[in-house]
């Protein structure tokens, strides 16, 4: 394996009330190396109680405290006037000695462009290191690089930036802003929520994210398209991925529900090899190849080694190859593309993969032979099995 980045993975903690506090963050400190503590998703009554509660903390995490309004993503609707509050009620902790351990604040860049610049902003900056936030659940906006500027000029030590992935080429943006952001020195969180953005918590860290988001589990995502914090660690490994590790994926959609990624990433951590899979969630297969696969034309830099490809994208995907081999190109559809230099080759290992059982067990010529389904492995397998010499009937709905 090639070296290790320096991943964090971040854990959210939500709770209604402040005495569901102490279990969930103990859950989330073994899985954590920051917790974070939604105030948002406090009843308002609860609030002084919550912190009571994680000033006595035994676990020491890092943690990241976070007040988001609605329209943030926060739960509930705090007002400017209550936000600052319970900020200002920090610092007067932080002087009693209170929050020893290192607390960041994710503060909205709105809040960080008024308050912070006022006496009492910039004194609880001075206690508190500021994460300085924004958020977009619509799509990633055209005006995104002047909301990276504005967050330039703000006292935060950390930028962070979370818009929704409509498709995967939206991606590209938030890698352009975490490279942006190392050519000014700065940290930055970048994450592209959804399914689509995916590849931007598996592989930020390894691109200079300070952290990654993951959930307690399945049922405690804060975000869409939040993997949890197992699956960072045990599936992805992302603690093992550098700029040179191998990137690979399965390109189709949906994507999220496949097996794949378990199985290939498995393989890859037992045999020593410096790769990745990761499930690419593609609508759109011509831009995706156009932006984001091809040598040749692809919008950022990234060691793209081959993907996978299923439905609906095996006949579609095979315009964008340099080279197919002779069966794919008779069968119009391949399952494989693999990066070689500055091209692209496709290949289909369907036929071959779902005959081997068969051979071992049974003489195919002259067999008769049911096939269940009319998708791109189906027609893969009615051609090896017509090469083979079986008969073969199609059953589909």
């Given at each position: 394996?090639?070296?290790?980045?320096?991943?964090?993975?971040?854990?959210?903690?939500?709770?209604?009330?402040?005495?569901?506090?102490?279990?969930?963050?103990?859950?989330?400190?073994?899985?954590?190396?920051?917790?974070?503590?939604?105030?948002?998703y406090l009843e308002e009554t609860?609030?002084?109680?919550?912190?009571?509660?994680?000033?006595?903390?035994?676990?020491?995490?890092?943690?990241?405290?976070?007040?988001?309004?609605?329209?943030?993503?926060?739960?509930?609707?705090?007002?400017?006037?209550?936000?600052?509050?319970?900020?200002?009620?920090?610092?007067?902790?932080?002087?009693?000695?209170?929050?020893?351990?290192?607390?960041?604040?994710?503060?909205?860049?709105?809040?960080?462009?008024?308050?912070?610049?006022?006496?009492?902003?910039?004194?609880?900056?001075?206690?508190?290191?500021?994460?300085?936030?924004?958020?977009?659940?619509?799509?990633?906006?055209?005006?995104?690089?002047?909301?990276?500027?504005?967050?330039?000029?703000?006292?935060?030590?950390?930028?962070?930036?979370?818009?929704?992935?409509?498709?995967?080429?939206?991606?590209?943006?938030?890698?352009?802003?975490?490279?942006?952001?190392?050519?000014?020195?700065?940290?930055?969180?970048?994450?592209?929520?959804?399914?689509?953005?995916?590849?931007?918590?598996?592989?930020?860290?390894?691109?200079?994210?300070?952290?990654?988001?993951?959930?307690?589990?399945?049922?405690?995502?804060?975000?869409?398209?939040?993997?949890?914090?197992?699956?960072?660690?045990?599936?992805?490994?992302?603690?093992?991925?550098?700029?040179?590790?191998?990137?690979?994926?399965?390109?189709?959609?949906?994507?999220?529900?496949?097996?794949?990624?378990?199985?290939?990433?498995?393989?890859?951590?037992?045999?020593?090899?410096?790769?990745?899979?990761?499930?690419?969630?593609?609508?759109?297969?011509?831009?995706?190849?156009?932006?984001?696969?091809?040598?040749?034309?692809?919008?950022?830099?990234?060691?793209?080694?081959?993907?996978?490809?299923?439905?609906?994208?095996?006949?579609?995907?095979?315009?964008?190859?340099?080279?197919?081999?002779?069966?794919?190109?008779?069968?119009?559809?391949?399952?494989?593309?693999?990066?070689?230099?500055?091209?692209?080759?496709?290949?289909?290992?369907?036929?071959?993969?779902?005959?081997?059982?068969?051979?071992?067990?049974?003489?195919?010529?002259?067999?008769?032979?049911?096939?269940?389904?009319?998708?791109?492995?189906?027609r893969a397998l009615l051609w090896?099995?017509?090469?083979?010499?079986?008969?073969?009937?199609?059953?589909?709905?």
């Open positions: 394996m090639t070296s290790a980045n320096k991943a964090r993975i971040c854990v959210p903690v939500c709770a209604r009330r402040a005495d569901e506090l102490p279990a969930a963050i103990k859950r989330a400190a073994e899985l954590a190396d920051i917790v974070e503590v939604r105030f948002d609860e609030l002084e109680a919550a912190l009571g509660t994680i000033a006595a903390d035994q676990y020491r995490r890092p943690y990241i405290f976070t007040f988001r309004p609605a329209e943030e993503g926060g739960r509930g609707a705090p007002s400017m006037h209550d936000r600052v509050s319970f900020w200002e009620s920090l610092t007067e902790r932080r002087k009693r000695g209170e929050f020893n351990q290192p607390v960041w604040a994710d503060i909205e860049l709105g809040l960080c462009e008024t308050w912070l610049r006022e006496e009492r902003g910039a004194e609880f900056a001075h206690k508190f290191p500021v994460i300085c936030s924004h958020h977009d659940f619509e799509g990633v906006s055209a005006d995104l690089v002047s909301v990276f500027e504005k967050m330039l000029g703000t006292r935060a030590g950390i930028l962070k930036v979370a818009v929704r992935a409509v498709t995967i080429t939206d991606c590209i943006e938030i890698f352009k802003l975490l490279e942006r952001a190392r050519d000014e020195g700065r940290e930055m969180i970048a994450v592209a929520m959804g399914d689509a953005g995916l590849l931007t918590r598996v592989l930020g860290p390894s691109r200079g994210s300070f952290l990654t988001f993951g959930s307690l589990d399945g049922e405690h995502a804060t975000a869409p398209g939040q993997p949890s914090a197992t699956e960072l660690r045990r599936i992805y490994r992302v603690e093992a991925i550098s700029e040179r590790t191998l990137v690979t994926g399965l390109v189709g959609s949906p994507v999220a529900h496949s097996f794949s990624p378990h199985m290939h990433n498995a393989a890859f951590a037992a045999r020593g090899v410096d790769a990745v899979y990761i499930p690419f969630e593609v609508a759109d297969v011509d831009e995706f190849a156009r932006r984001m696969a091809h040598p040749r034309t692809r919008e950022f830099v990234w060691n793209l080694r081959g993907f996978s490809v299923t439905a609906p994208h095996k006949t579609s995907i095979m315009r964008h190859l340099d080279w197919a081999e002779p069966s794919a190109q008779a069968l119009g559809a391949v399952n494989t593309v693999v990066v070689e230099g500055r091209e692209l080759h496709g290949y289909n290992t369907d036929a071959g993969a779902a005959l081997l059982p068969l051979r071992e067990s049974v003489p195919l010529r002259d067999a008769r032979v049911a096939v269940l389904g009319a998708g791109g492995a189906a090896g099995l017509r090469e083979q010499g079986a008969h073969a009937t199609l059953f589909a709905r």
